[in-house]
């Protein structure tokens, strides 16, 4: 062993990892903040250092060594290296790196900025090399400021901050003949449902009657809708999309530097937009929609009856609805520097808003919306035991900045959105989470987890999306756009929730290439793998095609055919007319018979299209309209016909009908 500055590594196990792929940060380098990766190998190790910086980090792209202390080596190796596998690395990051100091030239890339006075300094870190593994332990970490070091011990106290990486293949066991499999148990569910019910109190459902005891539709749709601000203060949807969305405002700025001219409103004569103006707003545009969007002329036409919507005519006028259209806007942070020679209060009447200051970009427009719905939709139910995530598309136009990205299942055209929906009972497809993806410069996924090595772009998404989900032993079905081992293993032992999903062989560590190369597709034959300490199981089923799931909460086991799914197998390459009962593995049956009613909700709001044709690239109405498309879906297709399923709903008698 050689220590140095209480630094303790094995000679012979450093010496092993020259070669080492690495993806290091611009944050590394002292004095550079940002997350752009760049990619190089461990060039040589030198013991002579005294400092501790015993690895020497060559980049690909630049002629300049950097000396890296071990804990930086541990965090920036690269995983989906196809030679990772072979470098014994701990399994658990050692200390942030971020605080080490390294001699960069003055060219180096990133963004400058001033480091923090209470920088991690005489960190003790220890490897102890076994023959075949390697583990760390006795970490501290004294900070100049005690007060500072007090708070971040106790913040590790309060969470898990064991780092998880991609399996080594030897881990893993083929499950057959000899060779059995582990039970693997789920954890618990803690709640007091196994299905979802709506959370309503009497005086609501009251509300949502008419004289005669039947439920509205449109009664439900607006309690479905979110509210705004505290208790005392709490203002409606409308009224927040008019003060807080700043319509009025808008109004009177391009009046001021557009030189647009209100054909309906002037606000000169205190004739200004409304609440109600606002309900009514909707009211038609959903009409128009219904409709299949004719123009605005047809809509308000006089000489062609079969054109024009007559309940729109009669709801307000058509240029009260032109004024509106032009003036629905989300915030006054991007044009109030064109109109800041006089002070705000002298010129506008409601107060200014503007985005909360740690926002994404790409949410600056919409967060409140955005914010307000999620919660909205999950105070209206009562929480049961399986959800489901799976991504949707809103239309636009090629190759945005919020659109491209990320692999493995990259959104080409228009906007990409994250959903969680109830999965069973009389609420499923019913929405309860959506996140939009902002682009591959998403500020709120481009960092490090504390539970990872690297960037993982999904963890730290649903580490987000599933706050109020963890810790009650849930069920969720996943894709493979999401699943994966690094998911796997944080959902279960730092959320405390089950997951099942489609998932790439590469994404699990398990050695799957020469099981798959000799399966024949069709044959519903299943081939099952599982990690020999890790709650993970791997299992590979011939279908139409090889589906590949991973669990962390099911215990590799192949259904039998009177168990398994009724599927339509093929026959000389094509489909038997009828179904028949074919075996398949456990997790397999769980996931079909779980992901298929996601795409169902989808395909039921897709009738919806409220943001209608537009030349503008702008996304913020896009994306405002497309929750208020899920607010219709949620009322219409999944609350509604929930109330019609149970006692709540008024049954009609014959003499009434």
Request: negative net charge.
């Amino acid at each position: 062993m050689t220590g140095c500055n209480d630094i303790s590594v094995d000679r012979e196990w450093a010496t092993s990892l020259n070669g080492l792929r690495m993806k290091v940060e611009d944050r590394w380098w002292d004095g550079y903040t940002g997350t752009t990766l760049h990619p190089g190998k461990i060039l040589d190790v030198d013991f002579t250092n005294d400092n501790a910086k015993f690895f020497v980090l060559q980049l690909d792209d630049d002629e300049f060594t950097y000396e890296m202390r071990c804990d930086a080596v541990l965090k920036y190796a690269d995983e989906d290296d196809a030679n990772f596998h072979k470098y014994h690395l701990p399994e658990g990051l050692l200390e942030d790196p971020e605080g080490e100091e390294v001699v960069a030239p003055p060219q180096r890339r990133g963004r400058r900025r001033q480091r923090s006075s209470t920088r991690r300094t005489n960190r003790t870190i220890r490897i102890i090399n076994n023959s075949t593994s390697h583990t760390s332990t006795d970490i501290s970490d004294n900070s100049e400021n005690p007060a500072s070091s007090s708070e971040d011990e106790q913040s590790d106290d309060e969470q898990n901050n064991t780092i998880y990486s991609r399996t080594d293949p030897s881990e893993w066991k083929k499950i057959g003949g000899r060779t059995r499999a582990h039970t693997i148990e789920p954890i618990p569910f803690t709640g007091d449902n196994e299905k979802f019910t709506i959370n309503i109190t009497d005086d609501e459902l009251k509300c949502l009657k008419d004289a005669s005891g039947d439920i509205r539709f449109e009664s439900v749709f607006e309690w479905l809708l979110p509210t705004f601000g505290e208790d005392d203060d709490e203002i409606s949807f409308f009224e927040f999309i008019v003060i807080a969305a700043r319509m009025r405002n808008y109004m009177i700025f391009i009046q001021r530097c557009k030189e647009f001219k209100p054909r309906y409103y002037d606000p000169s004569k205190c004739n200004t937009i409304q609440a109600d103006h606002v309900a009514h707003f909707y009211g038609c545009h959903m009409a128009r929609m219904l409709r299949g969007f004719p123009s605005i002329e047809e809509t308000w036409c006089t000489r062609e009856a079969l054109d024009a919507i007559g309940p729109v005519k009669e709801s307000m006028p058509k240029d009260a609805y032109i004024d509106l259209y032009r003036c629905m806007h989300f915030s006054d942070d991007d044009w109030d520097e064109e109109d800041s020679e006089v002070p705000w209060e002298n010129v506008y009447a409601d107060k200014k808003y503007q985005p909360s200051p740690e926002v994404e970009r790409h949410r600056r427009k919409y967060e409140h919306i955005e914010d307000g719905f999620n919660r909205r939709w999950k105070e209206c139910v009562n929480f049961g035991r399986w959800i489901t995530a799976d991504e949707s598309r809103v239309a636009g136009w090629y190759k945005s900045g919020i659109t491209i990205g990320p692999e493995p299942k990259p959104i080409r055209t228009g906007a990409t959105i994250h959903s969680i929906c109830v999965t069973h009972g009389d609420l499923k497809t019913f929405r309860l989470h959506c996140r939009v993806y902002g682009g591959k410069h998403d500020e709120g996924l481009n960092h490090v987890h504390h539970n990872t090595a690297n960037t993982q772009k999904w963890v730290n998404l649903y580490d987000e999306m599933l706050e109020e989900f963890k810790g009650r032993g849930m069920c969720m079905t996943m894709d493979s756009a999401y699943m994966g081992g690094v998911m796997g293993q944080i959902g279960r032992e730092v959320w405390a929730m089950n997951f099942v999903g489609t998932c790439q062989a590469d994404r699990t560590g398990a050695d799957v290439k020469e099981t798959r190369k000799n399966m024949t597709v069709g044959t519903y034959e299943s081939h099952m793998f599982q990690h020999r300490t890790k709650h993970l199981s791997f299992t590979m089923w011939s279908d139409n095609n090889i589906v590949k799931t991973l669990s962390n909460f099911h215990t590799p086991e192949v259904l039998v055919a009177a168990e398994g799914v009724l599927w339509r197998r093929r026959v000389d390459g094509l489909r038997e007319q009828e179904r028949t009962e074919v075996s398949c593995p456990k997790q397999q049956k769980d996931y079909n018979e779980t992901f298929h009613l996601i795409d169902k909700g989808n395909g039921k709001e897709s009738k919806y299209d409220m943001g209608g044709q537009t030349k503008g690239h702008n996304w913020a109405p896009k994306l405002h309209m497309q929750f208020w498309n899920f607010g219709l879906g949620n009322s219409s297709h999944t609350i509604y016909d929930a109330f019609g399923q149970t006692a709540y709903s008024r049954t009609l008698e014959y003499d009434n009908a």
